[in-house]
């Protein structure tokens, strides 16, 4: 049971109880045969484990069960809300934690149940009707607000546009996006919807990030649609009643990383980073005093034959495609800095106790991916280097960030958001898809054409049938679009050139770098040779 939890956990396989069956979902759309099979065969354990009424395998070393939380009028902050919080205080960072969700409805539309089946959610989870507050100690904590003070409402508009109905929408969206949420004024989630034509809308729904994270607005899409359809039939509720809620999750996390069963785990990071955390210096500009948040983005595609050379080297070395992915990566960031010791961050999902499956709330952890290249590096040992940090950051992901940066005394910079300045996600295929859609409602996503910047530069990776598809969303005070574009061109011909007849016992300063430019700017080439003369 043990290794399945694991597996779940590692491909953000969700699972839910609902009206007393199992049910599966991820955002990756299509569960491995295999895995449901194991699943089935475990279906009552499950079952069990998820209803409490079997003990959770693995507690005995020191992981304590989530109980609720004694009654009380304010609770503590997890370590991600308290890294939010903190991150919302800076100028403009507050919106810059506005999470989007948008979506195109064609059909029949019962604007009174969607009305009904937002506000059962926020009866539901009270970590949409939580406000924050500082005590007169000066420590900020989390208040519930009762579900009977919130009177949820969602905004209307008839767009009657035709020909620049998508320009509209898409000015209003960005209205709600930059409207800021009061932390002290609850629910901190914010719906609207724009009728566009006969039978179609567009709903956008916000929340802030200190109240959830991106598996949560799976579970919100999918609790959403079933209290929809609940109020459309007239039907009973078919979800159980939680057993816990954000705030007994927060305590319990307090309680175990000032515990011993974190111990192990602290020790792993701090000797993992070391002395200090020193973020890579990969442009020329001045960075502003005030981390910004203004962002662009620029989108490519790996072609079928290049994703299919990353899985071969990942089958070859007993890697994974994201493994691949960070190795080429930590080439590419070693040639245009020229340092060794090489820092990108990426993202847990948190959500490794079955407990959590089915919760909105911010479960999300971002940690360092912390490695080193050395010139005369074989690409198999680089590759090898790069499994053994991410099997290492994996076996560790349960330990915050906030508390690792105290830990090694990290000086918060309004500059940064963080201690990396670039990070990596691999996404499942259909991360973004909105599984439910019923024959009178249909639902697709909406594709927005605006982007914040969260770190200095950060790579996103979705496999599809044509090989994967990339995103770099990078913050416009430091870099420019044709800079991407050279980036984006050197990472792929780096690709191109390492797997075409790929050789282990190929030295890592073997690679040349400088047929890789393209013609994309010559103001972007010339500043990669200032960077570095290897290029």
């Known amino acids: 049971m043990n290794e399945l939890l694991k597996k779940l956990a590692e491909k953000d396989i969700l699972l839910e109880v609902v009206d007393g069956r199992l049910r ?22 499950l079952i069990g484990l998820l209803t409490g009424k079997e003990p959770i395998p693995g507690r005995a070393a020191g992981w304590q069960t989530i109980s609720p939380a004694p009654v009380a009028m304010d609770y503590c902050l997890s370590s991600g809300q308290q890294r939010i919080w903190t991150l919302s205080q800076l100028p403009g960072g507050n919106r810059a934690y506005n999470m989007p969700g948008v979506c195109i409805l064609e059909g029949v539309l019962d604007q009174d149940a969607l009305e009904f089946a937002f506000d059962s959610l926020v ?18 904590r989390q208040v519930i607000e009762p579900a009977e003070n919130i009177s949820f409402r969602m905004g209307v508009t008839v767009i009657d546009d035709e020909n620049g109905s998508e320009e509209i929408v898409n000015r209003h969206i960005g209205i709600q996006l930059e409207t800021e949420f009061d932390l002290g004024s609850p629910p901190l989630i914010r719906v ?31 609790e959403l649609l079933l209290f929809y359809h609940q109020h459309r039939t007239g039907g009973k ?69 290049t994703a299919e050379g990353l899985a071969s080297l990942a089958a070859r070395y007993n890697g994974t495609l994201f493994m691949s992915l960070l190795f080429f990566l930590r080439l590419l960031l070693w040639r245009y800095t020229g340092e060794r010791k090489i820092m990108m961050g990426t993202s847990f999902a948190g959500r490794s106790l079955p407990e959590l499956h089915g919760q909105i709330g911010l479960y999300l952890n971002n940690l360092p991916l912390i490695g080193t290249v050395d010139p005369s590096f074989s690409l198999r040992e680089l590759f090898e280097d790069v499994r053994e940090m991410v099997v290492g950051a994996l076996g560790n992901q349960q330990y915050p960030l906030d ?18 300045n670039v990070f990596v996600e691999l996404h499942s295929e259909n991360d973004t898809s909105y599984a439910g859609s019923n024959a009178d409602l249909r639902m697709r996503p909406w594709a927005l054409p605006f982007y914040r910047s969260q770190f200095d530069v950060s790579y996103s990776f979705i496999p599809t049938r044509r090989g994967l598809e990339g995103t770099i969303i990078y913050s416009t005070d430091l870099f420019s679009e044709p800079e991407i574009h050279i980036m984006k061109d050197r990472l ?44």
């Open 24 to 45: 599966v979902g991820t955002s990756g759309g299509e569960v491995d045969a295999g895995l449901l099979g194991e699943i089935r065969e475990n279906r009552e354990q």
């Open 123 to 140: 009866q539901r989870h009270e970590i949409l009707r939580t406000f924050y507050v500082m005590n007169q100690e000066g420590e900020v």
């Open 192 to 222: 609207h919807l724009y009728k566009t034509g006969a039978g179609k809308w567009i709903l956008t729904c916000i929340i802030h990030h200190i109240a959830g994270d991106g598996w949560s607005m799976q579970v919100l899409i999918r």
């Open 237 to 305: 509720p078919i979800l159980p009643p939680l057993s816990i809620q954000y705030k007994d999750y927060a305590s319990w996390e307090q309680g175990q990383v000032s515990g011993p069963a974190l111990a192990r785990q602290k020790e792993y990071w701090r000797q993992r980073i070391g002395l200090g955390v020193v973020p890579m210096k990969l442009s020329l500009r001045k960075r502003p005093a005030v981390f910004t948040h203004a962002g662009a983005a620029v989108n490519y595609t790996i072609d079928a034959a």
């Open 403 to 420: 508390r690792l940066l105290n830990d090694i005394g990290y000086k918060t910079d309004p500059g940064r958001t963080g201690p990396f």
């Open 492 to 535: 792929l011909g780096l690709m191109n050139d390492v797997l075409r007849d790929f050789d282990g016992s190929r030295r890592v300063d073997d690679i040349s770098f400088r047929k890789f430019i393209s013609g994309s700017g010559a103001n972007a080439i010339l500043r990669d040779q200032d960077l570095q003369e290897a290029f």
